[in-house]
């Protein structure tokens, strides 16, 4: 399994990974506040279709490691919010919402679980994602924020979310199409 997201069509990547954890337990990563806060964004999550995802990013809090943001990146400097609605929901093996992000309309995650043993296979598909430019952030984004839930999962310290997403970005602009 390649770690990296791949281009399946326009609008829609997918990023397949081996978690070193049950199923249950990243179940929990997936929908739990101050577990997805680890890794991802915190906020609450009303596990129903048509409930509401709430994700509260902090980058800087995902690592005790401080870092400086990219300049281009600066708006997303302490918190940002995202809302989204849950659109298909089957606990512990498939989560979907919408991804509302700025004025673009929004996009759509699905995690789907798979017991492989003691660990669990997850596969996230970002589809109706608008251009290209977005599908290389989403790409780098969703690369650099499960490396970290893995890295938690182990019970490793994360690195710093920029350090690791930076060099990621220029890796998927020569990666998809």
């Known amino acids: 399994m390649d770690d990296f997201a791949r281009y399946i069509g326009p609008g829609e990547v997918k990023l397949e990974r081996l ?4 199923m249950e337990r990243v179940w929990a990563f997936l929908t739990e506040s101050d577990k997805r806060g680890t890794w991802l964004a915190r ?4 596990l129903r279709v048509g409930g509401e995802v709430e994700h509260i990013f902090d980058h800087a809090t995902l ?11 600066e708006k997303y400097c302490g ?6 609605h849950i659109t298909a929901i089957d606990p512990p093996r498939l989560l979907a919402y919408s991804w509302a992000e700025g004025e673009a309309p929004d996009s759509e995650v699905t ?6 043993g003691d660990k669990t296979r997850l596969t ?3 589809r109706k994602l608008p251009d290209r430019q977005t599908m290389v952030g989403v790409s780098g984004g969703w690369h650099t924020h499960i490396g970290i839930m893995i890295q938690v999962l182990e019970g490793k310290t994360p690195p710093p979310f ?6 990621l970005e220029d ?5 998809l199409p």
Do not use: N, Q
């Open 79 to 84: 918190e940002s919010r995202m809302l989204g």
């Open 111 to 116: 995690f789907e679980l798979e017991a492989a």
């Open 19 to 22: 978690l070193p954890a049950p």
């Open 124 to 126: 996230v598909t970002h």
């Open 171 to 175: 890796v998927y602009e020569k990666r």
């Open 43 to 46: 906020g609450k999550m009303d």
């Open 162 to 167: 920029w350090a690791t997403y930076m060099p």
């Open 63 to 73: 690592s005790p490691t401080p870092e400086t943001v990219p300049e281009k990146y």
